[in-house]
């Protein structure tokens, strides 16, 4: 039976205290991984995510840093290599939250904040946490991105150029780095459900119309892409954007 085993491995998720960032934590401790759970200001959230993991048997941290600025990240990279090792996976999923609306009224700080916290954020990552992949000749990069990107929908413009930057530079990181052993790729999810819409459902039915499989996705359903990623399972996969969406987007060819 083939299984997804992530036993010695360590993964760091930005993001980790978030709706999706806190069932890829779990899902990837659950497959065997040591996992760093990265927050800005969430800190009370990521040691809940902790305590969850090492409650059912894995091994977790904590570690705040700010993935829009180079120092922090390596200060990241430092303290997660010296609580459980050198990170064998990143999970970008850290971005930051801002007003949608039209491209004549985007406030020109929501661009530069997406830009930073997209496009510099998966630089920064490459440039902390690569270059040990290197030397062991293993790595996965996993960036998380959106069906937004494809669909370029009105009042979507600064979040989707920000997360178009983050595809170019992670498709070239993957030209860039294959020869070592280390994947690179990206997981988009569609509207998600997530704890917060359970616990407060949102009017979804226009989008569901829309969804081929006629529903919105799970927040584990996004996880098991990211598991399945991280894992030997997908050792000759690499330059992929998976949309986990039900086919509301569908990359053509």
Known sequence: MLQIDLTNKVAVVTGGSGELGRVMART???????VAVHYLRGKDRAETVCRDIINTGGKAMTVQADGSDLDSVHAMRGAVAEEL?????????AVHQYDWTSVLEQATADYESQFRTCVLHNVFMAKAFVPHMIERKWGRVIGINTECTMQCSPSQSAYIAGKAGQDRVLRVLAKDVGQHGITVNQVAPGWTISDKYRETPAEDKRYRDLVPMGRRGEDQEIANAVAFLA????????????????GNVMPKI
Do not use: M, Q
């Open 28 to 34: 990837l401790a659950g497959s065997g991984a040591a």
């Open 85 to 93: 090792g050198y990170a064998d996976i990143i999970v970008n999923n």
């Open 231 to 246: 894992s030997d399972l997908a050792a000759f996969i690499t330059g992929v954007y998976l949309p986990v969406c039900g």
